[in-house]
């Protein structure tokens, strides 16, 4: 259960079903990772065109072309600039973080990891149900899977947890081919279709005159488009997962980690080639649905509910053709749910470990996917295995990380002063934050489950961090040359340390705490000391090296100063160190500070402070077993 549990923290590694990216200049070509993306895209085509008829009616070809405008006049610009950001595969939520420092950074990117978790918890749920209706469906088996769909979408997500407790490696390969597949079905279905409305002309005739009734003119029917378009935005999906498979791109041999300038051209070429791929598919599938599918069976109940094209399949194509459509649905629609489930693997580790908000079971994969099979149970049930009622949770998820990623690019034309994009990437943004807004009003499910997934990170996250608080989070220690003679200096003699928190820094500061140690402690006058002064820089980072300079002032006062998120990490690492390089034990005193346990034990929780003394002989008492050759921590 627990194999491969390892600090993720350290090494810049992260865990997960794919463990490390391949290495670099070893990846596939850009249109073989295109599939790996694409059974997440393309596979929004099992319940997209339904969705769409829902939503708009007749109108449905007319807003799901304001969505391919909105594909590729807004999310594939915004996508092909995150390329550009983050080559290696980090996308726009590390964009962002960048951007912010501190707490509310940690706190801001903790939120869109609750979306992207809800994101990609509901693709896994959405593609096993839509999975299901395909196969409860199938007229050879409607009879025998009747009422069974929530059931068998179970089955779906066990197997799917089930493959991941064994151990998974996602196969490129697989996804070449099924995607390949699946998407010459799908010709073959929309040729048929295609060819079907031309030969019943009166088809094309019904629809534009039942178009005009309901809405009257053109600028009607945009309007109505507008409006009704952010309930189609389940076809944005697939952005992020395009990034975020980045690092899997040849490019060329050339590139290096820091300047991939083939991976970033290539990749560009795997964004646009899926987006014009999946708008040519959405206008096709939703024109032909709309024109040759009765109304009434998109809704609940009805043959084309949440299978609209696999309906067309077999009463077009036969049962024969309309099965192997449904298998290789099916197929692609489970293995979207793997990528999904792989790509929330690969997710958090990203992140929460250098925030110290990992708990240490999590650092496996296994338990993280019996939490996420058990969480994906739960949304299952919750919705009662129904497509329809998951898609504006999905939608939320997605645009969400869209528009995250449209205000991220649009920070970083504004700090290139791109005076042009900025202008397109902030009407970009506004177009996706309208979008976002609408959704949610109308459909306010997205935001109540991202909600929980937010609320849950959080609290597990702040949990995890106060857990782990009295680690020795300091990954490194580095000396510089005066700090190096002041440590071979003392240990000719007994190494007495003293904490000082550096205020004026005047010879009267140092005078007077020497007193103050002496006096409180009954050392002998004639015993030696050195400063250590500690300067807090972001108490929200957890993990970092230590730089150690050394400095004599008023002519006769060493210090070493260190820069640090923890004082008291920081002391006990630097004791450490000068343990293990002069062989003996090194001293260091304290005075206590003011106040009470609780409030100080606050300060240095958010602010890496508080009562330093107690905290950093905690911290030694966890890194270091053995009393014997343990630092000496006095206080008075």
Known sequence: ????????????????????????????????????????????????????ALAAGLLSP????????????????VYRRVA????????????????????????????????AATDFLITITLSAADAST????????????????????????????????????????????????????????????????????????????????????????????????????????????GVAVMPHVKGDPADTEERPAGRIRDTKKLLTTAALVMSGFLITTSFITTLLIPEKEFEAGGQANGRALAYLAHDYLGNTFGTVYDASTIAILWFAGASAMAGLLNLMPRYLPR??????????????????????????????????????????????LISSAAIAVTIAARKARQRNWIIAFAVISAVFLYTTVANVIERPDGVKIGACFIAGIILVSLLSRLARSFELRVTSVTLDDMAERFVRDMA???????????????????????EQIRHDNDVPGQEDFVFVEVTVTDPSEFEAGLTVRGEVLHNRYRVLTLESSSVPNALAALLLYVRDTTGRTPHIYFEWTEGGPFANLLRFFLFGQGEVAPVTREVLREAEPDRKRRPKVHVG
């Open 134 to 241: 395909h196969l409860v469906e199938n007229p050879h088996l409607t009879g025998v899977l009747h009422d069974k769909q929530m059931l068998i979408t179970l089955v779906l997500v066990a197997l799917l947890g089930a493959v991941f407790l064994k151990g998974f490696l996602e196969a490129i390969g697989v996804a070449v081919a099924l995607v390949g597949a699946y998407l010459a079905l799908n010709v073959v279905v929309v040729v048929v279709g295609l060819y079907h409305v031309v030969t019943a002309g009166h088809v094309v005739t019904d629809w534009a005159g039942a178009l005009t009734t309901q809405h009257g003119n053109v600028f009607v029917m945009i309007g109505v488009a507008l409006l009704v378009f952010p309930k189609l935005a389940l076809g944005l999906s697939g952005f992020e997962t």
């Open 355 to 400: 925030y110290g908000m990992a708990p240490h079971w999590a650092r496996a994969v296994r338990p993280m996917v019996i939490v996420f099979t058990l969480i994906a149970f739960l949304v299952t049930w919750i919705f009662d295995a129904d497509v329809n009622a998951q898609g504006g949770a999905y939608a939320t998820g997605v645009l969400v």
């Open 62 to 77: 007319v807003a799901t072309i304001v969505l391919v405008i909105v594909t590729l006049a807004g999310a594939l610009p």
């Open 1 to 52: 259960m627990l194999q491969g549990l390892s600090d993720m923290g350290k090494g810049g590694g992260h865990t997960g079903p794919h463990a490390e990216p391949e290495p670099p200049h070893q990846g596939q070509r850009w249109w073989r990772v295109m599939c790996l993306t694409g059974v997440d895209y393309f596979s929004t085509l099992g319940y997209q065109p339904g969705i769409a």
């Open 492 to 514: 000719s003699r007994r190494i007495r340390l003293i904490a000082n928190e550096p205020d004026r820094r005047d010879i009267a500061e140092y005078r007077d705490k020497i």
């Open 84 to 115: 550009e950001e983050s080559p290696h595969g980090e996308g726009s939520i590390a964009m962002l973080e960048r951007l912010l420092s501190f707490w509310q950074g940690k706190l801001f990117v903790l939120t869109l990891l609750g979306f």
